[in-house]
């Protein structure tokens, strides 16, 4: 199996979407950790009631950490640039960070989801609220393992799924990697709404003020955005389905998903 590798012509330059990429993830990157170390710090030192959901917060602080590292040193090897732009050595870089970020992300993902619903089981410790919580984590937990499984595993040999030099290797069609990839976005995206509603019965029934349960209410929807930010990236996708200029398209990476 040939690769299309060119060497980097001179003088390239940075791209408008690398450095934009860049600026993102440094913008996402640096308050959520500020926001998450000082929630942390107030639960321990403070409250003194360190919880599992604290325990998975920070988990999910350093995975998600790592992730914008991992973000922001793919820029340097050919994220957002043309693949004839793009050297062999930074090449082999770039696939090995890509295919490093495709198994880790559901992980990730479901770290920060189940932080979120065991907060809001403790929040709301109803019946219902723990039924459905439950059920969730159950759900997350069997979709993050098949998911993973099936990204890990994606050629055979593994490693041809970074390594393009292999010969004699077979990979999933590119139909079917953007098929895999976009049932992953859909269902991510239908558990990020049922978590983000499931407080808000509990929340509205309430003995305060209808005013202060707007409010609530109203901050609560700021969980949208991490709704809206999975809806973007299935315009990001289009990467799985091209294997002629996929360094340029692959120009949102999954990570940033979790910084929203």
Known sequence: MESPLRPRSDGSGTSHMTIAVRVVVLALAIPTTLVCVLRLYLRKFVTKQFGLDDWLVLIALIGVDLFSALAYTITYYGLGEPLQNVSADQLVVFLTLEYASQCAYLVIAATVKASLLLFIMRLFPTRFVHLVGRCLLGVIAAFTLSGTLALVFQCRPVQAA?????????????????AILMMQGVIMFVLDVIILVLPMRPIWQLQMPMKKRLLVLGLLCIGFTACVAALVR???????????NFTCKCHAPPFLDEDS
């Open 234 to 244: 299935f315009s990001t996708l289009k990467f799985a389905n091209d294997t002629t």
């Open 162 to 178: 970074y390594d393009k030099t292999l010969i004699h290797a077979t990979c999933y069609a590119p139909e079917t990697s953007y």
